[in-house]
């Protein structure tokens, strides 16, 4: 009896450790959550990158401070390797407050204005003129260049409210800030305003990236506040022969060098085969870019740190890349994908955070066949308990979009969207406005989902 009591207790001691060294998926999920949600190091990480920092637009004092932060953080983790991409990125700068009225008889209404970003200055005095409103590249068209000429064209369609994914609305009205200004001036207009691309009703105006194309004559372009746009639109039906006075002095300067902030650990089993985790450290200059992109940012980091603090080794080489540049010109995503094909590296998978903070709601699928598709919708059981029920089609992100033509499958990081585009390139843009527990969640479910990529692929 003795001798079977003693069998029965080195049975179960083994299955025990047993257990202890190979966790199933569920405890593993668990653990990663736990740690995250315990002792998280990504709001603290989030607070240093935009209260101390803040701005941190590509060629800015604020994006190369930014660059030394991410640096000796990562290489403070004890990770098996750290290292800087070398990046030339545009240089754009503000300038002086903006400034913008409508005129309307002797009447003067003070209304919130910001350049978008590339945009060129006004004059100096800045530009009084008429104004036409449209919402459609087509309605400017129709109306031709001898009603438009010496105008300023006013772009007002707003964000389509009635969709329920955010991201679909803002893609459908993001023409007329990319490329308003080459439409208006195709038609004769000296000048191009357009309504924020704002989910909200509210007085913060929302800047954003816009291009000239070749051979068009270069106008200012400027975006109003969603408030200040509903009130042109009615000043307008009042009078529409009323004036618009805007001012602002921005400049493109030479192209500036920065870099990619990169950290890894080397797989153990396929240590050529990597996995990236990433988001952008560039943010615009109106605020401290905490939706947009510190979170990212920050979760990105603490995948990395999740990983090695619970002493899980990844098969493949996990690899976070804090990316430069994404808001005007995505030199960065670009550089990496580069060095990876000059460098023959191979990148099976790519994972992006780069839509706010808030609750994770699960992933975009970029790429990839049906079968992997099938295969990564397969996890839902074990995330759903995390409230990642959305695992489908979508988007992968714009840093690592360079990667799909080398055959990478693009994960994105789904936050519930709803919030995202009332702080998207706004002043209100702050660390305050991110919860904790939201952005906790959120690496966990990241680092989740990349130790189940990494365990069955």
Same mark, same amino acid.
């Given at each position: ?315 493949? *080489? $996990? ?5 430069? +540049? =994404?808001?005007?010109?995505?030199? %960065? !995503?670009?550089?990496?994908?580069? @060095? &990876? ?39 839902? *059981? $074990? ?5 990642? +029920? =959305?695992?489908?089609?979508?988007? %992968? !992100?714009?840093?690592?979009?360079? @990667? &799909? ?53």
């Amino acid at each position: 009896m003795k001798k079977q009591t003693t069998f029965i207790t080195t049975l179960l001691l083994s299955v025990s450790l047993s257990g202890f060294s190979q966790d199933n998926d569920s405890t593993v999920i668990r653990k990663f959550f736990n740690e995250a949600l315990g002792k998280g190091k990504s709001y603290e990480w989030l607070r240093e990158l935009t209260t101390k920092i803040g701005p941190r637009l590509s060629g800015s004092e604020g994006a190369k401070k930014a660059v030394s932060w991410g640096e000796n953080l990562l290489k403070s983790g004890g990770y098996d390797k750290v290292f800087l991409q070398d990046v030339m990125v545009p240089h754009w700068v503000r300038g002086k407050k903006e400034e913008g009225y409508i005129l309307n008889g002797k009447q003067k209404v003070t209304v919130p204005l910001v350049a978008l970003g590339g945009s060129i200055a006004t004059p100096e005095k800045g530009i009084t003129a008429e104004v036409i409103e449209v919402k459609t590249f087509q309605e400017l068209r129709d109306l031709g260049k001898e009603k438009c000429q010496g105008k300023i064209i006013f772009f007002n369609r707003p964000m389509d409210a009635t969709k329920i994914n955010t991201f679909e609305a803002y893609g459908q009205a993001g023409d007329q800030r990319r490329s308003g200004a080459n439409e208006a001036s195709k038609m004769g207009a000296i000048g191009v305003i357009i309504r924020s691309l704002s989910s909200t009703e509210n007085d913060f105006p929302h800047t954003g990236s816009m291009q000239y194309a070749t051979g068009v004559p270069l106008i200012p372009a400027a975006a109003l506040s969603t408030n200040a746009a509903t009130l042109l639109n009615k000043t307008l039906k009042e009078n529409p022969n009323l004036k618009f006075y805007f001012r602002q002095s921005c400049e493109s300067l030479p192209d500036a060098p920065s870099h990619n902030v990169v950290a890894e650990i080397k797989g153990s089993e396929k240590p050529e085969e990597i996995i990236v985790v990433g988001g952008h450290l560039d943010s615009w200059d109106l605020a401290q870019g905490a939706h947009d992109d510190g979170t990212g940012i920050a979760q990105s980091m603490e995948v990395l740190r999740l990983f090695k603090t619970l002493g899980i080794r990844p098969k493949h *080489t $996990l690899r976070v890349v804090l990316f430069m +540049n =994404e808001e005007n010109g995505n030199r %960065g !995503g670009m550089k990496y994908a580069d @060095l &990876a094909k000059a460098n023959n590296e191979k990148h099976i998978f790519a994972m992006e955070s780069d839509n706010g903070g808030f609750t994770p709601r699960g992933f975009g699928i970029q790429g990839g066949s049906a079968d992997i598709v099938v295969k990564l919708q397969g996890f839902k *059981t $074990l995330l759903s308990p995390y409230g990642l +029920n =959305e695992i489908e089609r979508g988007s %992968g !992100g714009v840093d690592i979009g360079p @990667l &799909a033509p080398q055959g990478t499958v693009l994960v994105g990081f789904k936050p519930d969207p709803q919030r995202y585009f009332e702080y998207h390139h706004a002043s209100n843009d702050r660390f305050e406005t991110v919860n904790q527990r939201e952005l906790e969640m959120g690496a966990a479910s990241m680092a989740a989902m990349i130790y189940l990529i990494d365990k069955n692929f």
